[in-house]
């Protein structure tokens, strides 16, 4: 009889142990968060040198890390030739021709004149010579048509030192000087890239995990620093429909931090719908299936006795 008696206590002891655990129906268990911040180059580079560490609290506008960007400043000799070659043809096009360009386009007018006037008098010569006879018709065309050689030569001088008085066309001036403006916008941007080999940052922020190491290639646009923005500790719940009316927007609640037991006075800034089961924090949901599940987020009034609260920790909404 005893025997039998010690097994049913047994049994019922390991019964006890293999219960489920209850949790209080007075309180909903949660996690503390912090707003994530990551910092990521702009440009690709080789990491030269980082100028943080892990756990550090970096400030506003503190240089994180020095990338290596060869490819960038071979853009930028390539612009700024490309500036000079352009800046040069837009001041030629506004100053027009040199004196010494004048000189040269008179020196070639009176030249063609002269030969224009002796063609002219070589006609009239030749002229007489053919009404009299005494020129073959071949000798007397050939002469013709060094006339209208000459006469062709002249006018195109005349037209080109007429142009040239006149000044260059403002088409031509406007050209140049567009040209212009795209090579010094390619120079500003290869500048700008240039710039962009020093990793900023942004806000302040405590580096939680820093990604590669000196010498490795970072990419535009990958995570190179990760952490959390100080002063942004809040905390999560999920609460079902059931239990929700107890809650209100704006409402003062106490919550425990698990880990040290300590307590933290909050306020509800929102409570909204969740509407994947994934996003539910509670360890141990106790509620229907058919129940809508909730999210309470929680600001702490005094932050500077939370901003060092441990991310994902457990907290109990009391």
């Given at each position: 009889?005893?025997?039998?008696?010690?097994i049913?206590?047994?049994?019922?002891?390991?019964?006890?142990?293999?219960?489920?655990?209850?949790?209080?129906?007075?309180?909903?268990e949660?996690?503390?968060?912090?707003?994530?911040?990551?910092?990521?180059?702009?440009?690709?580079?080789?990491?030269?040198?980082?100028?943080?560490?892990?756990?550090?609290?970096?400030?506003?506008?503190d240089?994180?890390?020095?990338?290596?960007?060869p490819?960038?400043?071979?853009?930028?000799?390539?612009?700024?030739?490309?500036?000079?070659?352009?800046?040069?043809?837009?001041?030629?096009?506004?100053?027009?021709?040199?004196?010494?360009?004048?000189?040269?386009?008179?020196?070639?007018y009176?030249?063609?004149?002269?030969?224009?006037?002796?063609?002219?008098?070589?006609?009239?010569?030749?002229?007489?010579m053919?009404?009299?006879?005494?020129?073959?018709?071949?000798?007397?065309?050939?002469?013709?048509?060094?006339?209208?050689?000459?006469?062709?030569?002249?006018?195109?001088?005349?037209?080109?030192?007429?142009?040239?008085?006149?000044?260059?066309?403002?088409?031509?001036?406007?050209?140049?000087?567009?040209?212009?403006?795209?090579?010094?916008?390619?120079?500003?941007?290869?500048?700008?890239?240039?710039?962009?080999?020093?990793?900023?940052?942004?806000?302040?922020?405590?580096?939680?995990?820093?990604?590669?190491?000196?010498?490795?290639?970072?990419?535009?646009?990958?995570a190179?620093?990760?952490?959390?923005?100080?002063?942004?500790?809040?905390?999560?719940?999920?609460?079902?429909?059931?239990?929700?009316?107890?809650?209100?927007?704006?409402?003062?609640?106490?919550?425990?931090?698990?880990?040290n037991?300590?307590e933290?006075?909050?306020?509800?800034?929102?409570?909204?719908?969740?509407?994947?089961?994934?996003?539910?924090?509670?360890?141990?949901?106790?509620?229907?299936?058919?129940?809508?599940?909730?999210?309470?987020?929680?600001?702490?009034?005094?932050?500077?006795?939370?901003?060092?609260v441990?991310?994902?920790?457990?907290?109990?909404?009391?």
């Open positions: 009889m005893r025997i039998t008696t010690c049913s206590l047994m049994i019922l002891l390991a019964l006890a142990g293999c219960s489920p655990r209850k949790r209080d129906a007075d309180r909903f949660g996690k503390a968060k912090k707003d994530v911040v990551s910092f990521a180059p702009k440009v690709t580079g080789r990491i030269l040198k980082i100028f943080v560490a892990e756990g550090q609290t970096v400030k506003k506008g240089t994180l890390a020095l990338l290596d960007v490819e960038v400043s071979a853009k930028i000799a390539q612009a700024q030739g490309a500036v000079n070659a352009a800046t040069a043809q837009e001041q030629m096009a506004r100053n027009g021709a040199t004196p010494d360009q004048m000189k040269q386009l008179q020196a070639k009176k030249g063609l004149k002269e030969q224009y006037e002796f063609a002219k008098k070589s006609y009239a010569r030749a002229t007489n053919f009404n009299d006879s005494l020129m073959a018709p071949q000798a007397y065309d050939e002469i013709y048509a060094k006339l209208q050689g000459a006469k062709a030569q002249y006018d195109a001088v005349v037209a080109e030192l007429d142009d040239v008085k006149r000044g260059t066309r403002v088409e031509k001036v406007n050209m140049a000087a567009g040209q212009a403006s795209q090579a010094k916008g390619a120079l500003q941007e290869a500048n700008v890239a240039y710039s962009e080999r020093y990793v900023i940052a942004t806000n302040d922020m405590d580096i939680e995990t820093i990604s590669l190491n000196p010498g490795e290639l970072a990419t535009a646009g990958f190179l620093f990760n952490g959390y923005i100080p002063g942004s500790t809040y905390f999560r719940f999920t609460v079902p429909e059931s239990k929700i009316s107890r809650y209100k927007k704006g409402q003062e609640v106490k919550l425990q931090l698990l880990y037991k300590e933290v006075d909050g306020t509800i800034a929102y409570i909204k719908q969740l509407t994947r089961y994934a996003d539910i924090t509670t360890a141990y949901p106790d509620y229907q299936v058919q129940d809508a599940v909730y999210e309470i987020k929680v600001q702490p009034k005094d932050m500077s006795k939370a901003k060092d441990l991310v994902n920790a457990s907290v109990i909404l009391k």
